[in-house]
């Protein structure tokens, strides 16, 4: 059973530009989660998704970021017009109800 | 505000010491806690958890952890580090009025030295 997939590992983006962070949660799961950690910082909770809903997003930016779990396929993160401040490792984790998450090994976006 | 506080950012240990690093959280009403461990290059790892019962909590690796309400803490033991130990830990809380979203510690980096 693989455990939670991110992808891509690194990213690289100019200012300006988008990003998209995909994550595919662990066999059976149907709960997402999205943290951010910024350097020298903790994880910050970003997002909660079931399928197709999302149901908690009060540690999302207002601007420019976006999620979404759709009913095939794996959860989107999406980061409009990159600035230099969004450079951060994002994780994800997958759970089923109620239950522990399991983390995946992060993006490292890099904005220059 | 909600807030978890980690008290130590970076431990250094010889081989066989004693290890606990301090975990503070100020939420109202129940929570669930956790310690997770991150060693270098790879994911966050689950080493222990606490929703009820028994606030002395043993997890992987010879790591436990108690759970004192009183104090509002979750300090994370080992009794003797091996240098394979060396690894990021993160302390979190989940309050059940929060759905099952975590709320991190800011992380202590432990190395330990041969």
């Known amino acids: 059973n693989a455990g939670v997939m991110q992808n891509p590992r690194h990213l690289v983006r100019r200012r300006g530009q988008e990003a998209r962070l995909r994550c595919s949660p662990m066999?059976?799961?149907?709960?997402v989660y999205w943290y951010r950690q910024l350097p020298e910082e903790g994880l910050k909770f970003m997002v909660y998704?079931?399928?197709?809903?999302?149901?908690?997003e009060s540690g999302m930016p207002k601007e420019r970021f976006s999620a979404e779990f759709p009913k095939e396929g794996p959860s989107i993160l999406r980061i409009q017009q990159v600035v230099r401040g969004d450079s951060a490792a994002y994780f994800c984790?997958?759970?089923?109800?109620?239950?522990?998450?399991?983390f995946g090994q992060g993006t490292r976006l890099t904005v220059v | 505000a909600q807030s978890v506080s980690q008290h130590n950012h970076h431990v250094i240990l010889s081989e066989a010491a004693s290890l606990e690093l301090g975990c503070n959280y100020s939420?109202?009403?129940?929570?669930?806690l956790f310690w997770y461990v991150q060693y270098p290059g790879q994911h966050l790892q689950l080493l222990l958890k606490?929703?009820?019962?028994?606030?002395l909590v043993k997890g992987i690796k010879g790591f436990e952890a108690e759970f004192i309400k009183s104090k509002f803490s979750f300090n994370l033991r080992k009794p003797s580090v091996q240098w394979s130990d060396t690894a990021e830990y993160f302390c979190a809380v989940n309050a059940h009025n929060s759905g099952y979203a975590l709320n991190f510690g800011k992380g202590t980096s432990l190395l330990v030295t041969p």
């Open positions: 998704l079931q399928k197709e809903n999302i149901i908690d």
């Open positions: 984790a997958s759970s089923q109800a109620g239950e522990e998450a399991f």
């Open positions: 939420y109202g009403g129940t929570v669930n």
């Open positions: 606490y929703f009820s019962g028994d606030p």
């Open positions: 066999k059976g799961h149907s709960h």
